[in-house]
């Protein structure tokens, strides 16, 4: 055991200007045990960044998702997990048993055959965004005018929101999204907005139940009508910037390697390489555990890192290269355990078919500013763009 | 090599059929199945890859 709290460093570790992850990364993962970290609140926390010690971690029965528990990490000013009392449905902040209920009943919309059937529909979407896109005179900013849009029109579709509905779901979620050009207030309200709009959407599907996600959910009597308003926000928002900022970062780091540009391995390669969502997997310890030779005791609050994880040179070599010839299905970009990315899949075939698409379509893309000028973001849960200035 | 899959246990993230289609499946309720359980010996480092990336380490193999 290992005494590191004479050494505690401030967390988080991301700063405007430098490389995501961030260098002291890597230092880190060096060191014996785990490190004792503050987060802006003052909060005390681990911070767990060996690409084993995570998968250890967010496999362990005795680690909690739940924020209603002692010690839950808040890190960032958004993308906090509210609790069942805040947001019932929320399942992400759900241990098992309470968990799997949701999970079981949902996980059969997002399985490997069922995406399959959708890749129709995401070609369909894509090749629509790629019209708008080309509607305008040569210019666009790629992440409002594209990388949120084919998410969001593809989750609508898959869960039955109504035509007529998806320009406004797509405006509400762009604003909580919006971290530079929004208020907390302006955020509040947009979830206000959505969390009456989807329980209007709820009262009508168990009224006309369609083929559709939500008809069908609720079709199944295992979630509450009160808990299925919690789940749809839920499924609207983790999938909408995650695959945002992977669609933005990725076209970014394809122009800089366009000898890529075709290959099926790239999608996986950008999620382990880019770790966008570093900070989401946050966790609480509900009995005493040793992770990684260090004894985390119950209450206390864990970091499991995904990009130190993605970027430990034991599980990948030359882990800041990026390179789609390895394997690099082993990363936790998509978490870990019971909570891996219920949309993973669907993530993957938006992914796939977002890139062949576009730099089929759009063969003269360019970036119009400088990659170091990019407004990266350093201030939400997710590290992404804020923007992505494009030219053809 | 025989490999067994337990359903009590898999999450459905459908890893282990991505990495190894040609041994496993997702059925209606996205929960693993075999369509085989004594996979030959060339589809043997797929099958330790796909154990190794179930998130829920549903997948083990046994050497009888």
Same mark, same amino acid.
């Given at each position: 055991?290992?005494?590191?709290?004479?050494?505690?460093?401030?967390?988080?570790?991301?700063?405007?200007?430098?490389?995501?992850?961030?260098?002291?990364?890597?230092?880190?993962?060096?060191?014996?045990?785990?490190?004792?970290?503050?987060?802006?609140?003052?909060?005390?926390?681990?911070?767990?960044?060996?690409?084993?010690?995570?998968?250890?971690?967010?496999?362990?029965?005795?680690?909690?998702?739940?924020?209603?528990?002692?010690?839950?990490?808040?890190?960032?000013?958004?993308?906090?997990?509210?609790?069942?009392?805040?947001?019932?449905?929320?399942?992400?902040?759900?241990?098992?048993?309470?968990?799997?209920?949701?999970?079981?009943?949902?996980?059969?919309?997002?399985?490997?055959?069922?995406?399959?059937?959708?890749?129709?529909?995401?070609?369909?979407?894509?090749?629509?965004?790629?019209?708008?896109?080309?509607?305008?005179?040569?210019?666009?900013?790629?992440?409002?005018?594209?990388?949120?849009?084919?998410?969001?029109?593809?989750?609508?579709?898959?869960?039955?929101?109504?035509?007529?509905?998806?320009?406004?779901?797509?405006?509400?979620?762009?604003?909580?999204?919006?971290?530079?050009?929004?208020?907390?207030?302006?955020?509040?309200?947009?979830?206000?907005?959505?969390?009456?709009?989807?329980?209007?959407?709820?009262?009508?599907?168990?009224?006309?139940?369609?083929?559709?996600?939500?008809?069908?959910?609720?079709?199944?009597?295992?979630?509450?009508?009160?808990?299925?308003?919690?789940?749809?926000?839920?499924?609207?928002?983790?999938?909408?910037?995650?695959?945002?900022?992977?669609?933005?970062?990725?076209?970014?780091?394809?122009?800089?390697?366009?000898?890529?540009?075709?290959?099926?391995?790239?999608?996986?390669?950008?999620?382990?390489?880019?770790?966008?969502?570093?900070?989401?997997?946050?966790?609480?310890?509900?009995?005493?555990?040793?992770?990684?030779?260090?004894?985390?005791?119950?209450?206390?609050?864990?970091?499991?890192?995904?990009?130190?994880?993605?970027?430990?040179?034991?599980?990948?070599?030359?882990?800041?290269?990026?390179?789609?010839?390895?394997?690099?299905?082993?990363?936790?970009?998509?978490? =870990?355990?019971?909570?891996?990315?219920?949309?993973?899949?669907?993530?993957?075939?938006?992914?796939?078919?977002?890139?062949?698409?576009?730099?089929?379509?759009?063969?003269?893309?360019?970036?119009?500013?400088?990659?170091?000028?990019?407004? =990266?973001?350093?201030?939400?849960?997710?590290?992404?763009?804020?923007?992505?200035?494009?030219?053809? | 090599?025989?490999?067994?899959?337990?359903?009590?246990?898999?999450?459905?993230?459908?890893?282990?059929?991505?990495?190894?289609?040609?041994?496993?499946?997702?059925?209606?309720?996205?929960?693993?199945?075999?369509?085989?359980?004594?996979?030959?010996?060339?589809?043997?480092?797929?099958?330790?890859?796909?154990?190794?990336?179930?998130?829920?380490?549903?997948?083990?193999?046994?050497?009888?």
């Amino acid at each position: 055991m290992t005494d590191v709290r004479s050494n505690v460093v401030d967390f988080p570790l991301r700063r405007r200007g430098a490389p995501f992850p961030p260098r002291e990364y890597d230092g880190l993962r060096e060191r014996e045990g785990l490190v004792r970290a503050h987060l802006p609140s003052g909060q005390p926390v681990w911070l767990v960044s060996r690409h084993e010690d995570v998968r250890a971690l967010l496999t362990d029965p005795r680690i909690s998702a739940n924020p209603a528990n002692a010690g839950f990490p808040k890190v960032a000013r958004t993308g906090g997990v509210p609790t069942q009392e805040e947001i019932p449905g929320w399942f992400v902040g759900l241990d098992p048993p309470e968990h799997d209920r949701f999970r079981k009943v949902l996980i059969p919309e997002f399985s490997v055959p069922r995406i399959r059937r959708w890749r129709p529909t995401i070609q369909r979407t894509v090749h629509e965004c790629v019209d708008e896109l080309l509607a305008s005179d040569g210019a666009a900013d790629l992440v409002a005018d594209f990388a949120l849009p084919v998410p969001s029109r593809i989750i609508c579709t898959i869960l039955g929101v109504p035509h007529a509905d998806r320009d406004f779901f797509e405006s509400r979620t762009q604003t909580l999204v919006d971290l530079a050009g929004t208020t907390e207030a302006e955020r509040a309200e947009a979830v206000r907005q959505l969390l009456r709009h989807i329980n209007r959407l709820i009262a009508i599907k168990r009224k006309w139940p369609a083929d559709d996600l939500i008809s069908r959910i609720l079709g199944t009597g295992v979630v509450s009508e009160e808990e299925m308003s919690g789940v749809v926000m839920l499924l609207l928002i983790a999938g909408h910037e995650t695959t945002a900022n992977n669609i933005a970062l990725g076209v970014v780091t394809l122009l800089s390697n366009p000898q890529w540009i075709g290959d099926d391995r790239i999608v996986d390669e950008l999620v382990r390489f880019h770790s966008v969502a570093d900070l989401v997997a946050m966790r609480t310890a509900v009995a005493d555990i040793e992770i990684g030779g260090q004894l985390i005791r119950a209450g206390e609050g864990v970091m499991p890192l995904i990009a130190a994880a993605n970027h430990d040179s034991c599980a990948f070599e030359h882990p800041r290269d990026f390179d789609p010839g390895r394997s690099a299905r082993g990363h936790v970009g998509f978490g =870990f355990g019971v909570h891996q990315c219920l949309g993973q899949n669907l993530v993957r075939a938006e992914m796939e078919c977002v890139y062949r698409t576009l730099f089929e379509r759009v063969p003269n893309l360019h970036l119009t500013r400088p990659v170091a000028e990019l407004p =990266f973001k350093y201030d939400g849960t997710l590290f992404g763009l804020h923007s992505l200035p494009v030219g053809w | 090599m025989r490999i067994s899959a337990n359903t009590g246990r898999c999450v459905g993230a459908g890893q282990c059929v991505l990495q190894a289609p040609e041994v496993f499946d997702q059925d209606e309720d996205a929960m693993v199945t075999l369509h085989t359980d004594r996979p030959g010996e060339a589809a043997r480092a797929a099958v330790s890859e796909a154990a190794n990336l179930c998130p829920a380490g549903a997948i083990t193999i046994h050497e009888d």
